[in-house]
């Protein structure tokens, strides 16, 4: 991911590179990333081609997805518990992720119908699974033993930073060196910075597209393609 060219001729100019604000970016000025165009040019083409030519065969719908992350993946396992007051704790993922897949697939098939895009329908879906794998990515590694709270100098508890939870050991010796990059790009200022653009609200509706909630679901499944064991429940 961090193979990146830089045109002989920028060596004659002064560069530099902005974010989605418009601010000056602290990756490097006039050097072109692989990765970011293998992404953009290629995978996500061939991406949509499947998904798409899925929707029309009726063999990708809601309901499939939603059936095989319940049945095939981790995210389909109970990790609520009931507390001393007698109450429900804990995530339900399914319930989490459902809303967010099926608004995906409800503005897909009217794009795929219309034959149009229309980012504003993607909002919704976007702005919801991007801040969950965050929670996925969390519940991934306190379920591998991997450090999430980290304490300060002064004391006090602090969750552990989005990158850091990607550097953890124990993480990186269960999770692929492509996965952990592909996360990167998606998630970090190392690529498309999704977690920091939803979450203080820097997309436009034109930043909203059917590609970037087909990445996010790539790396839902990517994540999600692991066995977990959780504590037996108490009868």
């Not at 389909?76 to 399914?94: A, L, M, P, V």
């Not at 519940?139 to 002064?154: H, L, P, V, W």
């Not at 653009?197 to 590609?211: D, G, L, P, Q």
């Amino acid at each position: 991911m961090n193979e990146e060219i830089k045109p002989v001729m920028l060596d004659l100019v002064s560069t530099m590179t902005f974010d989605i604000n418009k601010n000056v970016s602290k990756n490097k000025s006039g050097v072109i990333n692989s990765y970011s165009i293998h992404i953009n040019n290629f995978s996500i083409n061939h991406i949509w081609l499947v998904v798409s030519k899925g929707i029309k065969s009726g063999k990708i719908s809601f309901e499939s997805l939603i059936d095989y992350l319940k049945n095939d993946s981790w995210y389909g396992q109970d990790f609520t518990y009931i507390d001393s007051n007698n109450e429900t704790q804990g995530f339900n993922w399914i319930e989490l992720l459902s809303p967010s897949l099926q608004s995906f697939f409800v503005q897909t098939e009217i794009d795929l119908k219309t034959n149009n895009h229309n980012p504003q329908g993607y909002i919704l879906a976007i702005d919801s699974l991007v801040l969950k794998f965050e929670g996925l990515l969390r519940e991934f590694s306190r379920m591998i033993g991997a450090q999430t709270i980290e304490i300060k100098d002064n004391g006090t508890e602090e969750r552990i930073g989005f990158d850091k939870l990607l550097d953890n050991e124990k993480l990186k010796a269960l999770i692929p060196e492509d996965d952990i990059a592909f996360f990167k790009f998606l998630f970090t200022s190392s690529g498309m910075n999704l977690r920091n653009n939803v979450a203080h609200c820097f997309f436009t509706t034109k930043n909203y597209t059917s590609a970037v909630m087909l990445l996010l679901i790539v790396a839902l499944l990517r994540l999600g393609n692991y066995e977990l064991k959780t504590k037996e429940k108490e009868s």
